[in-house]
């Protein structure tokens, strides 16, 4: 059985927990631009019918003693790993899906924590005592469906489809209830004159899939109750790569040296954060003429330590004839596990395996120091500063640096999330997210600012997932004069 938990005007309830003047009152939690929108509104404010995205000016308008409250989206995502951390306590099983829902599959939990419904109950009762907030959570036997019962009764609402009840609930639910259903889509279903799940049952799969491509043949199964669709943990990511678009061109076998050692160094940081190791490491070189290659290599032990990848790449590299100057150089690892899973080891460790376990705990410390004091405390004594261009005016050194970001980054606030980060940091550029899924977004500032970003991205927002962040320098970049978000 899964749940599916949806706290109630998420921004709202958190604002008016926390001040008591705004309880009962109509509330919006919104920007003050003169363009801003409704992030949320609460129940009270819902009476006026305002709701989320709802430009503020008209929001002023159905209800004159409105009151707007700033977004403090740091403490949102606060509360919201407490929400996650709670619904962690009644099963292993859990996928955030936003910063305020939850799917968690509780099929095994019944010994310690009974039925479905009595493990809900619970989940309410504690998310009400220690966080004092409400939620709904819908029950179903597949996703799909828990996630459109846990809208049905709310606020505070429990809603239960057994399996019993899934066809009469499935024939009569109406199209625009189902998750991802697009304008597009239900244009068409206007057309065939379906109206509810139960109307999809008129036709065969073959001409919903010739009408409306994929989303055809996955209507056609939830129709029948099916959703493969499986509770996902923190899914694990394929692969983890930094490379740079170098400043200049070099060929200079000893810089390219020091700059597969940074990325090796970054790599390796950023699987050690995740709680990974990598069991094949590759490198890819873009040479003056635009030709690119890649070299990959697979071990049988494996490694999270920026000296270990570094020792691999360095010995694909080494493969590769230098015949022209070379562009870009990054460093990728794949093959991901967590650095939990046991790991078979050989009876007798191999020559080398205590070395590289040395080579990790002191990896592991330097994490540390640059968790705790920043990126210029400590440098291998061989890594030079990634390359940095002159500011005309001030002299300050600037560097602009552009970040693809891939992963579950788009519709979980990664974008509003850069912005606030960037703010903070100081630097200025922009983010927007890209039609093929990833984000794009360039940072402009001295190099420990944008060293500071870069880091930031590899963490990600509440909620998204990063898969790859592939850096590149910008030698001639215009000045930017703020952050912001583009579209
Ligand atoms: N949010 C936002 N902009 C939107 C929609 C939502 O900033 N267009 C933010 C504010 C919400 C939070 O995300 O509090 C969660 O979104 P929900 O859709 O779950 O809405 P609420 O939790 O506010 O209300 P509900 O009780 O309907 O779930
Ligand atoms: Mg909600």
């Not at 709802?54 to 403090?72: S, T």
């Not at 004092?132 to 505070?156: E, N, Q, R, W, Y």
């Not at 983010?431 to 990833?438: C, I, P, Q, Y």
Request: glycine letters at 6%.
């Amino acid at each position: 059985m899964i749940l599916h938990i949806d706290m109630d005007a998420f921004f709202a309830s958190v604002e008016q927990r926390d001040k008591p003047e705004l309880k009962n009152q109509p509330v919006v939690i919104c920007g003050d631009s003169q363009r801003a929108v409704v992030s949320t509104a609460s129940y009270e404010a819902r009476q006026f019918g305002i709701h989320s995205a709802m430009p503020l000016f008209q929001a002023r308008q159905r209800c004159r003693h409105l009151v707007v409250v700033p977004v403090d989206m740091e403490k949102y995502a606060r509360v919201s790993r407490q929400v996650m951390a709670v619904i962690s306590q009644f099963s292993p099983l859990v996928e955030p899906v936003s910063i305020d829902e939850a799917y968690a599959d509780v099929t095994g939990c019944r010994t310690l924590f009974g039925p479905p419904e009595a493990i809900a109950m619970q989940i309410k009762q504690k998310i009400l005592t220690d966080l004092s907030l409400t939620c709904s959570i819908g029950i179903a036997p597949v996703k799909f469906l828990a996630k459109i019962a846990s809208d049905m009764h709310k606020p505070d609402g429990l809603t239960h489809i057994s399996r019993e009840q899934m066809p009469a609930v499935l024939k009569n639910l109406p199209i625009e209830k189902i998750p991802g259903v697009g304008t597009r889509a239900m244009k068409q279903m206007g057309i065939l004159n379906i109206r509810t799940l139960g109307d999809v049952q008129r036709f065969d799969t073959d001409f919903l899939s010739k009408k409306l491509g994929k989303f055809g043949v996955r209507l056609f199964q939830l129709s029948c109750g099916i959703d493969e669709s499986r509770v996902q943990t923190r899914a694990l990511r394929k692969s983890i790569s930094s490379e740079t678009t170098l400043a200049a061109d070099i060929s200079d076998f000893h810089e390219a040296k020091d700059i597969l050692l940074a990325h090796s160094r970054r790599v390796g940081r950023d699987l050690r954060k995740k709680g990974l190791v990598c069991c094949s490491v590759s490198i890819k070189i873009k040479f003056s003429d635009f030709t690119l290659i890649t070299r990959s290599r697979k071990i049988d032990e494996p490694i999270c330590s920026g000296e270990a990848i570094f020792h691999l790449a360095l010995s694909l590299f080494e493969q590769v004839p230098l015949k022209k100057r070379i562009r870009l150089l990054g460093v990728g690892v794949s093959h991901l596990q967590s650095a939990d899973v046991p790991v078979q080891m050989a009876l007798i460790p191999p020559a080398g395996h205590r070395l590289k376990k040395q080579w990790e705990s002191v990896d592991r410390a330097v994490d540390r120091i640059f968790e705790k004091f920043g990126r210029d405390m400590v440098a291998p004594a061989v890594l030079k500063p990634m390359t940095a261009k002159p500011l005309p005016k001030g002299g300050k050194m600037t560097q602009s640096m552009k970040v693809l970001i891939s992963g579950k980054v788009q519709r979980v606030f990664f974008r509003m999330e850069t912005l606030k980060a960037a703010q903070k940091t100081g630097v200025t550029g922009y983010v927007k997210n890209r039609a093929d899924g990833s984000v794009e977004a360039v940072f402009q500032g001295t190099p420990d600012q944008v060293a500071q970003m870069e880091k930031w991205c590899h963490t990600g927002a509440p909620a998204s997932r990063v898969d790859q962040v592939v850096t590149e320098d910008m030698p001639s970049a215009p000045d930017f004069s703020t952050f912001e978000i583009r579209y």
